[in-house]
């Protein structure tokens, strides 16, 4: 619309909103976080506004939350956790949640196969 993104700006007001308890705005700031968009790109703070968000039972942040501990990323590694949180996600109705649990599921298949 002519107008130009300005992403500290956005993040500053994103921010003020997740300090409010809004729980997609918690999750825009992680996602900000993650992807060093508006902000130094910090891991470990994405991870806890992701967590903040998933609190609440926001899809989304429960689906990315997952990943980041699936990976290790931010904070300690767990598979079981990890799965945990893609099944909430899912359960909240998280497409890619609910694909990646079928990935997961297809190589976990194939693994126990090959034993």
Request: contains cysteine; proline residues 1%.
């Amino acid at each position: 619309y002519g107008v130009q993104k300005d992403l500290n700006t956005s993040f500053t007001w994103f921010k003020k909103a997740a300090d409010q308890g809004l729980a997609s705005a918690q999750c825009a700031v992680g996602e900000m976080f993650y992807n060093g968009k508006g902000v130094a790109k910090d891991l470990s703070a994405a991870r806890t506004w992701y967590e903040r968000s998933a609190d609440q039972g926001n899809a989304q942040g429960e689906c990315r939350l997952a990943m980041m501990t699936v990976k290790g990323e931010g904070g300690p590694q767990s598979l079981g956790a990890g799965t945990n949180l893609l099944e909430k996600a899912a359960a909240h109705g998280d497409t890619k949640a609910t694909e990646l649990l079928s990935s997961f599921e297809a190589h976990a298949l194939i693994a126990f196969s090959l034993l």
